[in-house]
T-cell receptor, first 117, second 110 residues
Framework: GAVVSQHPSRVICKSGTSVKIECRSL??????MFWYRQFPKKSLMLMAT?????????EQGVEKDKFLINHASLTLSTLTVTSAHPEDSSFYIC?????????????FGPGTRLTVL | GEDVEQSLFLSVREGDSSVINCTYT??????LYWYKQEPGAGLQLLTYIFSNMDMKQDQRLTVLLNKKDKHLSLRIADTQTGDSAIYFCAERSNDYKLSFGAGTTVTVRA
């Protein structure tokens, strides 16, 4: 149980284009999903928290107009990197919990490697 | 991860025990976690401990928590080559967010 998937696993795009990453909870309803960014050999940095049906809460320093998050259903959250630039290249990981505001254990997706040329 | 610190590297011989240490600063942490990340993959939850516990054992894994010193450790008994990975400790604060350490890269040598 508690399986989280992400799609795509890897994406390469041109600078200036937008990229959408999907995060799905496969066997449970995820009332809360988190989006993280991981730099090479670094820890995970929390970008935003999204609760189903409400607007995402962004961490300080994360541009909400650049990283659009939609949590439209209990099993799907999407992160759209708009007008991507090379500095947005990173490993993006989502996690999901079944509790409101992440009260339960977070289960992580396999990550999406974004490369912006 | 500035509030959670881990040593960056650990090399261990196959069959020996591995001990990964972690310190944290948030005294209001409710849960503490250990995650494993293999190359190019996401994080796999290994185990967690509630903050009012001192120890938790789960097969080859033993978690020790010293709440007074804000010190957490993960012991892996009989370390195998498949245990080579990056191990992250994380604390969950009252706002339910996780703060991660920078990760300890464990290398198992034959």
């Amino acid at each position: 149980g508690a399986v989280v998937s992400q799609h795509p696993s890897r994406v390469i795009c041109k600078s200036g284009t937008s990229v959408k990453i999907e995060c799905r909870s496969l066997d449970f309803q995820a009332t809360t999903m988190f989006w993280y960014r991981q730099f090479p050999k670094k820890s995970l940095m929390l970008m935003a928290t999204s609760n189903e049906g409400s607007k995402a809460t962004y961490e300080q320093g994360v541009e909400k107009d650049k990283f659009l998050i939609n949590h439209a259903s209990l099993t799907l959250s999407t992160l759209t990197v708009t007008s991507a630039h090379p500095e947005d290249s990173s490993f993006y990981i989502c996690s999901a919990t079944s509790g409101r505001a992440g009260t339960d254990t977070q289960y992580f997706g396999p990550g999406t490697r974004l490369t912006v040329l | 991860g500035e509030d959670v610190e881990q040593s960056l590297f650990l090399s261990v011989r196959e069959g020996d025990s591995s001990v990964i240490n972690c310190t944290y600063t948030d005294s209001s942490s409710t849960y503490l976690y250990w995650y494993k990340q293999e190359p190019g993959a996401g994080l796999q939850l290994l185990t967690y401990i509630f903050s009012n516990m001192d120890m938790k054992q789960d097969q080859r894994l033993t978690v020790l928590l010293n709440k007074k010193d804000k010190h957490l450790s993960l012991r892996i008994a009989d370390t195998q080559t498949g245990d080579s990975a990056i191990y992250f400790c994380a604390e969950r604060s009252n706002d339910y967010k996780l703060s991660f350490g920078a990760g300890t890269t464990v290398t198992v040598r034959a």
